[in-house]
């Protein structure tokens, strides 16, 4: 079997549009019918809601506090247009930080759930997001676990990355397969 896959130049929200469409067209192809985001604030959010009329998207954003104490990074206005389009929207501690994080801020150690961070971000920070958006989804229920799904990160803000993917729980993680990556930047 042969399969493209499309390779940024440079990451980044630049590539958000093009990211949706390819991920839009292989969906079709494959009849796949639910798409997972990652979305910081909830512009990427939005552009998806429309992108993927007729599909089921679901979108996953930071925890409140990950930048900032006490801080939503996804604004009012998007959650409210987001959820008002009754797309399902998770905000929770990340399966690759939450107290690994803690561990490293305060004794300056790292423990399993940063190395893996870490390892998947050899092939990029869009390959880490979409893998741990997978886990969090799962282990919530917005997305099954015996189907296969096609899941959308990126760098920073907007969208570099998609692949497909058969979503697992957190506890089986290492049963985790990325079936086909769609497009990545090449760094």
């Known amino acids: 079997m042969e399969t493209k896959i499309v ?10 549009d093009e ?9 079709e192809e ?5 798409i997972l985001v990652a979305s910081t604030t909830g ?19 930071h925890f409140t ?3 900032e104490p006490n801080t939503q ?4 206005e998007n959650r409210q247009k987001v959820l008002s389009a009754g797309v399902p929207l998770l905000t929770a501690t990340h399966t690759f930080s939450g107290l690994g994080r803690a561990m490293r801020k305060k004794f300056k150690m790292y423990l399993f759930e940063e190395v893996v961070a870490n390892t998947l971000r050899m092939f990029g920070q869009g390959m880490k997001v979409v893998c741990e958006i997978t886990l969090m989804a799962a282990d ?5 676990t015996d189907e296969d799904i096609i899941v959308i990160g990126g760098t920073g803000r907007g969208a570099d990355t998609a692949v497909v993917l058969r979503p697992v729980n957190s506890e089986d993680f ?3 397969k990325v079936k086909e990556i769609l497009c990545k930047p090449l760094l």
């Not at 990211?19 to 969906?27: E, M, S, T």
């Open 43 to 61: 512009d990427t959010a939005l552009k998806a809601t429309e992108v993927f009329k007729g599909a089921r998207v679901v979108v996953v954003s």
């Open 65 to 67: 506090g990950m930048m």
């Open 140 to 144: 919530a229920g917005l997305v099954r």
């Open 174 to 176: 290492f049963d985790l």
């Open 73 to 76: 990074e996804f604004s009012e």
């Open 19 to 27: 990211v949706l469409r390819l991920a839009r067209l292989r969906a």
């Open 7 to 16: 390779y940024f130049a440079e990451p980044g929200k630049r590539n958000t």
């Open 30 to 34: 494959l009849g796949i019918k639910t």
